[in-house]
């Protein structure tokens, strides 16, 4: 991945962070979960490695929001990125389960899925 586009990825990570902050009903929790390591080389495989065998699933979504008893994700993407298929399965699977899953590619994506969520 280019150093531009995780840069961007990176700002919208953070601008997000700042709305959830800002704007979820004190009664929510949210977390991201760090499933890519900016590493290479022998010690990213280690690190990756330890993470699979300690239960971190691949293409689980950036964000996840538990709120009055439910489970939402959230998918961050700057535009032109695509959700990969391990990503695309993660998502599915969390839906069938019953939680509420969105893509989204800006802050007001995300809030827009807030609004529509009732956060």
Do not use: Y
């Not at 994700?73 to 990503?87: S, T, Y």
């Not at 989204?104 to 994506?109: A, L, N, Y």
Request: with cysteine.
């Amino acid at each position: 991945m280019a150093k531009n586009v995780r840069s961007n990825e990176l700002e919208l990570h953070r601008a997000v962070k700042q709305l959830l902050d800002m704007t979820l009903p004190r009664d929510a929790v949210w977390h991201h979960s760090p499933n890519e390591l900016d590493m290479h080389g022998p010690e990213a495989a280690r690190a990756q490695a330890k993470a699979r065998s300690m239960g971190t699933r691949k293409g689980w979504p950036d964000i996840e929001i538990i709120w009055n008893g439910r489970a939402h994700f959230i998918e961050l993407k700057i535009e032109g990125n695509k959700m990969n298929d391990d990503q695309r399965h993660v998502g599915d699977m969390l839906v069938r389960a019953g939680a509420r899953h969105a893509v989204c590619r800006s802050v007001g994506d995300v809030q827009d899925v807030l609004q529509e969520w009732g956060m």
